[in-house]
RNA sequence: CGCGGGGUAGAGCAGUCCGGAAGCUCGUUGGGCUCAUAACCCAAAGGUCGCGUGGUUCAAAUCCCGCCCCCGCAACCA
C-alpha cells in the first residue's frame, strides 16, 4: 500500500459571463475522476475550483442590462452550482472571486511579491477615451483591421488579424462612439521573466508526464518570455493596495489563479488543517504531493507559467510544479461551441435530459484528452445505450435479476476473473496516474466485456436447471464478486450509478482502490436496472 | 512564409516519440444462446492512414520536405 500523498486538484475557473457548456464538463471531468481515484487509494485529496467573477466581460453586461456586474455574476454562478452538482462533481471547496477572504488573502499576495520585487512599475500608452474618461479594454475598442478593411472589435478581427498598439491609435471607443486618443498609462508589471531558468526546468521536468499541447506551447512562450501586465483600468476586479496604484485593479488571471490556493487556505480554516501541507515543501516535508491542473488547452500559459511563477515570487516554499491536464475542445456536431449559435450546448440542459452518469463515460472514452472531440447526441445514445446499458447495465440484471434469485447465493469465485479484477485495479489506476483517461475507461469496461464472456461460456441457465446448484452458484456468486468490484472500478468515470450499486448490494458507500467481496445471502429481489435506455 | 494540437474503415477513436504484416468500440452482415431492459457470445465484410501518386529506407500511418483543411494561441477576452 502507497504511502498517503496530499493532492490538489485545481479545475480551471468557468467565467461567469454565460452558463455552463458541455465543453467545460468534457475538459473537467479529469478533475474529478483523479480526485475520486486518489481518495479512494487513500490520499488525502482536495478538488478545488469556483466562480471567475471579474473582469471586463461582467462589467459591460451589467452596463448593457442595467445591473451591477455581482448581479451579472451571481446568475450565472448559480447556473455553474447546479450544472455542476448535476454532474457528480466531487468539490471540496467551489469558491467565488469576489469573495472578501479570497480578495484578502490575494492582495496580502501581491504585497508580498511587490515586496520581493517581482511587481513593477512601467508607463505604456494606451487608447484613451476622453468622454468615458478612462481607458478602454481592447475589447470595448473598435479599429479599421489594415489586413480585411473591416471595422472590428480590437480583440479580435474576424480575419484573424491582431492590432498592434499602432493599429489602435485611431480606435473608436465602442461604449460612447467617441475617438480615443493615446495616452500614457501607469500600470503595474508582473516580473514574468524573472522565473524562466524555474519555468524551463519544469517543462523539461514533465517531459514524459504533461500531454504534448502542454509542453509545446510552454515552450513557445518560454523561447520569447515577457513580462505581463498586472494592473487594469477597470471597476470590476480586485482592488490593488500597493501604493500609488490604488485606483487599479487587479488583471483577473493573477487573482482567480490564486484561488486554488485561497480555496485551500479556507477550507483549512473550515476544517482545521493546515493548508501549507498541500502547497509547501516546507511543512510535512516528507509526504509526497501532487498539484493537478486541469483544463483546455486555451487556459495553458496561464497555468503552466503564471501560477507557479506567483508561486515562486512569493519566495516561501511553495511547490512551483504542476501536473498539467491540459484537454482539447469539444465540438458539438462538428462545430465549436458558440455562444451565439442555436446549437444547444448548455450542461445543464443536457443533465436534465440525459443521464450525467454515461455522459462522464462518454466524455472519458470519447472527450477532448489528445484532440479536439466530437459530440453529438446520436454517438451519446449509442454509447449510452449499446456500452453502459446492454454490457454494463445487462451484465448487472442477468447475475441479480436472474429467473428466481432471491438471494445472493455462497459460491467460489473462478481464478482467472478473480486475477482480471485485481490486475484491473492495477491498470486503471497506474493509467488515471498516467493521465490516461480514455484507456482507464476502456480498461474497466474491458472487465464488463470479459465477464460477459465468462457468463456465456458457463452457462448459467443450464447450471440452475441441473440437480446439482453448487456449479450454478459458482457462476452467480462470481459475476455478483466482478460487479461488486465494478462499483469501485467505475466509481471515478460513474459515480451516482456506483452508488446506486453499492446500495444494492449492500457494500460499504465508501470507494476504495482494492479488491472487495460481496455477503452472500443478501437480498437482491428488489434489484431494479440502474439505467433507463434513451430513445 | 507566425507558433502549438489534430486529419487513420460508415461513425467515434488508439497506434506515430522508439519504422517491421493496419487495431479498438459502435454500426452493418451471418451464426449461436435464451439468464437478462430484443440484452449477451462467436464470426465476417469494410481503410491506397488529409494531399503530393514527393524524399529517405530492404521496409513508412510512423522519419524528412512541400501543400490543404479543422481547433487553439498570437501578450488589454478569459
Not at 471547496?93 to 477572504?101: E, L, M, R, S, V
Request: charged share 25%; net charge neutral; glycine share 4%.
Amino acid at each position: 500500500m502507497n504511502k498517503q500523498r496530499n493532492i490538489v486538484i485545481g479545475v480551471s475557473w468557468p467565467y461567469a459571463n454565460n452558463n455552463l457548456h458541455l465543453g467545460y464538463i468534457a475538459s473537467s471531468v479529469s478533475g474529478d475522476i483523479l480526485a475520486r481515484y486518489h481518495r479512494a487509494v487513500g490520499d488525502k485529496v482536495l478538488l478545488v475550483s469556483g466562480v471567475d467573477t471579474h473582469g471586463t466581460k461582467p462589467e459591460l453586461k451589467a452596463k448593457a442590462e442595467g445591473c451591477t456586474p455581482k448581479e451579472i455574476v451571481d446568475r450565472y454562478a448559480e447556473n455553474f452550482r447546479e450544472a455542476l452538482k448535476a454532474f457528480h462533481f466531487s468539490f471540496d471547496k467551489f469558491g467565488i472571486t469576489y469573495d472578501p477572504y479570497h480578495e484578502k488573502k490575494c492582495q496580502e499576495m501581491f504585497e508580498r511579491m511587490y515586496q520581493n520585487g517581482y511587481i513593477y512599475e512601467n508607463v505604456v500608452k494606451r487608447p484613451y477615451c476622453p468622454t468615458c474618461g478612462k481607458f478602454m479594454a481592447d475589447t470595448e475598442l473598435q479599429f479599421k483591421c489594415p489586413v480585411c478593411g473591416k471595422l472590428s472589435k480590437a480583440d479580435n478581427c474576424d480575419c484573424g488579424y491582431v492590432p498592434t498598439e499602432k493599429d489602435l491609435e485611431n480606435a473608436t471607443c465602442l461604449v460612447c462612439g467617441a475617438k480615443t486618443v493615446q495616452k500614457e498609462q501607469r500600470v503595474l508589471v508582473f516580473k514574468l521573466t524573472a522565473f524562466k531558468d524555474l519555468l524551463e526546468e519544469m517543462v523539461r521536468k514533465n517531459e514524459n508526464i504533461w500531454r504534448a499541447n502542454s509542453i509545446n506551447e510552454t515552450k513557445k512562450y518560454l523561447s520569447d518570455l515577457r513580462d505581463r501586465d498586472f494592473s487594469r483600468d477597470l471597476k470590476w476586479g480586485i482592488p490593488i493596495t500597493i501604493k500609488g496604484f490604488e485606483d487599479k485593479t487587479v488583471w483577473v488571471w493573477w487573482e482567480a489563479l490564486l484561488g486554488y490556493v485561497t480555496d485551500t487556505m479556507k477550507l483549512g480554516e473550515e476544517q482545521g488543517f493546515d493548508w501549507r501541507a498541500f502547497w509547501k515543501t516546507d511543512v510535512e516535508p516528507d509526504v509526497e504531493k501532487k498539484i493537478y491542473m486541469c483544463h483546455a488547452k486555451d487556459n495553458i500559459p496561464f497555468h503552466s507559467m503564471f501560477l507557479p511563477a506567483m508561486l515562486a515570487a512569493l519566495n516561501d516554499h511553495f511547490i512551483t510544479n504542476n501536473i498539467m491536464v491540459s484537454a482539447e475542445y469539444l465540438l458539438i456536431d462538428g462545430e465549436k461551441i458558440s455562444k451565439s449559435s442555436n446549437t444547444p450546448c448548455e450542461a445543464l440542459v443536457y443533465a436534465q435530459t440525459y443521464n450525467t452518469d454515461s455522459l462522464r463515460y462518454y466524455f472519458a472514452i470519447n472527450g477532448p484528452e489528445k484532440k479536439d472531440a466530437n459530440f453529438t447526441l446520436e454517438l451519446y445514445k449509442t454509447i449510452h445505450n449499446n456500452e453502459v446499458v446492454n454490457k454494463f447495465g445487462n451484465l448487472i440484471n442477468r447475475t441479480l435479476k436472474f429467473k428466481g434469485l432471491t438471494t445472493l447465493p455462497k459460491g467460489k469465485i473462478d481464478k482467472i476473473l478473480q486475477e482480471k479484477v485485481q490486475q484491473t485495479y492495477k491498470n486503471v489506476g497506474e493509467l488515471i496516474e498516467a493521465l490516461e483517461f480514455k484507456k482507464a475507461a476502456l480498461a474497466v469496461m474491458d472487465l464488463v466485456a470479459e465477464t460477459n464472456k465468462y457468463y456465456d461460456e458457463q452457462q448459467p441457465w443450464l447450471k440452475a436447471k441441473q440437480e446439482d446448484k453448487q456449479p450454478f452458484f459458482n457462476v452467480i456468486a462470481s459475476c455478483a464478486y466482478v460487479i461488486g468490484n465494478l462499483s469501485n472500478l467505475f466509481a471515478p468515470f460513474m459515480p451516482a450509478t456506483c452508488e446506486k450499486l453499492k446500495t444494492f448490494l449492500q457494500l460499504p458507500k465508501e470507494v476504495i482502490w482494492q479488491e472487495i467481496f460481496v455477503q452472500n445471502g443478501i437480498d437482491v429481489s428488489n434489484i431494479e436496472p440502474l439505467f433507463t435506455r434513451v430513445v
